[in-house]
């Protein structure tokens, strides 16, 4: 049986990692620059949210779900809406009708830009949702997700709440 000489061996694993890494698309490599116009974009985005649901309610969020299969959202660890059809179904004809108003702060807003068109997303965030009653209930928590430049700006393609339980 003959062997092959572990010099080979390195030798062949290198020229395979070269030709591997040679092949990969650079074109979504960021210049700080880039980076930069991302997180504001993104950040802007945001901004945008809070200032839209604490104005217009539930509602709101429709502009800022992307409008595509690949959509889901999660709380708490389970998927809540498995796509974008789920989520408008949800606010339009069950959430907007108990909800008489929110206002929504991010803080610690965190945006790690992926590509010029995507990025990952976190914040914490404080909710105070009244309702159709009038009862005020505080939400404190953290938010995570994928934002993706569309055609209809920044959008969520995915995001996680994860709630503070009161003790």
Known sequence: MNKVPATIKLMAFIGIMLFINSCRNHTDSLTKEQSSVVKDSVRQMFES?????????PLAWLRYFENSPDFYMAADGQLVFPDN???????????????????????DIRIDPLTRRTAGVAAIFHEDITDTAGKMSPTDGYFTGIAEQTSQGWQLLNSHWSMITPK
């Open 49 to 57: 949210i809070a200032t839209a649901v604490s104005h217009e309610g």
């Open 85 to 107: 059809g789920a989520a408008t179904n949800f606010l339009k004809n069950i959430y907007a009708k108990s909800v008489r108003s929110i206002d929504l702060r991010w803080k």
